[in-house]
């Protein structure tokens, strides 16, 4: 990615890599929503019209339409949800897939050292559909497991919450903070858990299906006989490798946010000074403000999205190249593929050139 570096290629890699972690995808859709939920929360915190009376009616509009809507027709609502359940679900099996795809796209870039995404996307469609079953299986497990483990305290604390809420002059916080805390400590280790699951998953179960199309039971037999055989390597390398990429991502992360800090300022202050300038030059000047704040927004929002690639696919392609090295020294396939064995000579062949021919017996040598 860096020798010799070409943006363009730089670029297609890391948005390929990136595509395989899901951290990823919320800071490209979680950072921004947010942005805009404080941005609008600031603007109905300070609404421009001064008259309260209608403020509050305007509140009242969309309760009540919602309220007319429910009332009447229950099923109209519980179908709607349902069709908005399934088509998250959809949405979120086939970002699956997607997902799963990347992966075996970037551990082929990465092992055969190219950057041909097409042929490396188009070579792993069967064993795709046999990690995405096992990715999809591990995500209903997790899932099952949170709502057993986390569910309990949830309810616990949304009851202590409704108990002691904002009707209650002067109520004692730490009620709630002793029920918020063993929560989101019990959903924080159900997190690295899932960390855990889903290194083992990329790093050892997914090498093998790529390189001998493995089955699921096959794959999963060369893991356990690893672990069985290097388990403290293993647990090592499970380790480093969560630290190591963190404080890698950290790191890019803060320099990333540091440079776009610096141009947001820079954005902010043009800007302040054209709306000085050009504010009160009438419609036209008004227009032409708005189109120039939108350009800087636009070219704001895509360095963004352009450092976020660049960050988390780096880290991931960092991470899989560790993965690979690491077990390719324990797994003879893989190894042979990251670092080929030297082609060796024939046995009995000689590579001195050959003697000359020796003289008839009945003739004396040359030499006399």
């Not at 963004?304 to 003879?332: D, E, I, N, P």
């Amino acid at each position: 990615m860096a020798a010799p570096f070409r943006l363009g290629f730089f670029l297609k890699i890391a948005l390929v890599a990136a595509l395989t972690q899901p951290s990823f995808y919320s800071v490209i859709i979680s950072y921004p929503v947010q942005g805009v939920q404080i941005a609008a929360g600031a603007a109905m915190r300070h609404p421009r019209r001064t008259d309260f009376a209608a403020t509050d009616q305007a509140r009242t509009i969309p309760q009540a339409a919602f309220a007319a809507f429910a009332a009447p027709g229950a099923a109209a609502g519980f179908a709607v949800f349902a069709v908005m359940l399934l088509i998250g679900l959809l949405i979120w099996v086939l970002a699956t897939y997607l997902f799963c795809r990347a992966r075996f796209t970037l551990f082929d870039l990465v092992v055969y050292r190219h950057g041909n995404v097409r042929d490396a996307w188009g070579k792993y469609g069967r064993q795709t559909w046999r990690y995405f079953g096992i990715v999809l299986l591990a995500s209903l497990v997790f899932l099952i497991l949170l709502a057993a483990v986390g569910g309990p305290f949830l309810m616990h604390m949304l009851k202590t919450i409704r108990s002691v809420g904002p009707q209650v002059p002067n109520a004692n916080p730490w009620p709630i903070f002793a029920q918020m805390l063993p929560f989101f400590g019990v959903c924080a280790l159900l997190v690295l858990v899932w960390i855990l699951v889903d290194a083992i998953l990329q790093d050892f179960i997914l090498p093998t299906m790529a390189i001998e199309d493995a089955p699921i039971e096959g794959a999963f037999a060369r893991w356990f006989a690893l672990l069985r055989s290097d388990a403290g390597s293993v647990l090592v390398y499970l380790l480093l490798r969560f630290v190591v990429a963190l404080g890698m991502s950290w790191v890019l992360m803060m320099v990333s946010l540091f440079v776009l800090l610096i141009l947001g300022m820079g954005s902010f202050a043009v800007g302040f000074g054209l709306y000085h300038a050009m504010w009160q030059g009438g419609f036209g000047m008004q227009m032409v403000f708005g189109a120039i704040v939108a350009v800087m927004i636009l070219v704001l929002l895509t360095l963004y999205l352009l450092a976020m690639v660049a960050v988390y696919g780096s880290t991931a392609v960092f991470k899989q190249a560790y993965a690979a090295y690491f077990f390719g020294s324990r797994y003879q396939e893989l190894g042979d593929r990251l670092e080929p064995p030297a082609i060796e000579s024939d046995a009995g062949v000689s590579t001195e050139p050959p003697l000359p021919a020796l003289p008839p017996l009945n003739e004396p040598p040359s030499v006399w």
